[in-house]
């Protein structure tokens, strides 16, 4: 039985061979198609079977502490569970859901991934400072996680009312010592004019994680993957590595990737129409070239303990980017929020003094 190489200590994105665990033949792991196909939205294709072949017989195991579903290969015995470490886990008789398209292989080998946890940790602020000093010792599993894109075409019509600051010169009258002066102030006001117009956008390689396993904001800060290059799915780049089932299905999918187009179109729109202030802003949209695809991109998801509480990060398999949660110091965070208050006290002070007497 052929291992990959690369699971735990070599760049598998360099090497992109299997290595046989018996005497060591490295063999070139073969590429089909260099095309990157993406395929029209249709939500039918979640139950097309020609869609579901992942190109090697595949098992669907579920964990039950954590209920996280992975795929592993059919002949493949339980172990460890990837996310929570639980021994725990049943076979399921789930069909394996619609194949990848492609997949970005490892680059970052795990040793990697431990040495660029260790350095963002210590850039780190509010940690305690013994958990900075420490070496702290991680359960990091490779794991293909699966994720969306998608392709879109708009045509957007928008009006608005956009409003420009004006100011006027009033003069006005104060008590001073008793004494009744005169003086001028600069008083701003805001002149509404209505604006519509049209505005084209595409979209291209929207990124939405199809994990429900994951803290989706953990997942979302991993938008530095080089989508563009992306290689032909093959499943010999699943071996020695987990590779999770999706679990977003592809409505779901599609529907969180129109939601963020639609914020999108809205910051933009917002800028094209200028001005201070902006109301009574309504915009239509229409979508057209939808397409998607299903892609796995590797993540060297990583548990540790401190002070008996265990604490999730994951490091991006490409470029090493790490992202997580760490524990903090409750003292660190009591003295910078007493400074920003005795700096902010200081300030309207400091203010106070300079305001001309009412």
């Known amino acids: 039985m052929q291992e990959l190489r690369g699971a735990d200590d070599v760049r598998h994105g360099e090497s992109q061979q299997m290595k046989c665990g018996y005497c060591g033949t490295l063999t070139p792991i073969a590429h089909g198609e260099e095309e990157i196909y993406e395929y029209e939205l249709d939500f039918l294709d979640d139950s097309d079977a020609s869609r579901m072949d992942w190109g090697t017989e595949q098992q669907v195991i579920k964990c039950e502490n954590c209920s996280a579903q992975m795929l592993i290969p059919a002949e493949q015995t339980a172990g460890l569970c990837a996310f929570c470490g639980s021994p725990k886990v049943l076979a399921q008789g789930d069909p394996t859901g619609i194949r990848p398209e492609s997949l970005m292989p490892f680059h970052i080998s795990k ?28 359960n990091v599993s490779g794991i293909y996680i699966p994720f969306w894109t998608f392709d879109a075409d708009t045509e957007s019509s928008y009006s608005a009312e956009r409003g420009v600051y004006h100011y006027r010169t009033e003069t006005r009258t104060r008590v001073v010592d008793g004494k009744t002066e005169t003086y001028t102030e600069q008083v701003r006001y805001t002149v509404w004019h209505w604006t519509s117009g049209d505005y084209e956008r595409s979209f291209d390689d ?26 032909p799915y093959q499943p010999e780049y699943l071996s020695g590595f987990i590779a999770e089932r999706y679990t977003v299905p592809l409505r779901e999918g599609w529907d969180e990737a129109a939601s963020r187009m639609d914020d999108q179109l809205e910051r933009e729109i917002r800028d094209e129409i200028g001005g201070d202030e902006i109301r009574n802003l309504s915009i239509s949209t229409r979508t057209s070239n939808e397409t998607y695809k299903h892609i796995l991109l590797p993540l060297w998801n990583a ?35 007493l400074f920003c208050i005795l700096v902010a006290l200081i300030l309207v002070a400091v203010f106070a003094q300079q305001a001309p007497p009412a």
Request: charged share 30%.
């Open 303 to 337: 548990t540790f303990t401190y002070k008996k509480k265990t604490f999730r990060y994951m490091v991006n398999g490409e470029t090493g980017k790490v992202s997580g949660k760490v524990p903090r110091s409750g003292w660190k965070i009591t003295f910078f929020t």
């Open 111 to 138: 040793d990697e991934a431990n040495i660029a946890f260790l350095k963002w940790k210590k850039k780190k602020w509010f940690v305690p400072n013994a958990f900075k000093k420490q070496n702290t010792r991680s």
């Open 206 to 231: 929207i990124l939405i994680p199809a994990s429900h396993q994951h803290d989706t904001n953990l997942l979302d800060r991993f938008q530095d993957f080089g989508l563009k290059e992306l290689i």
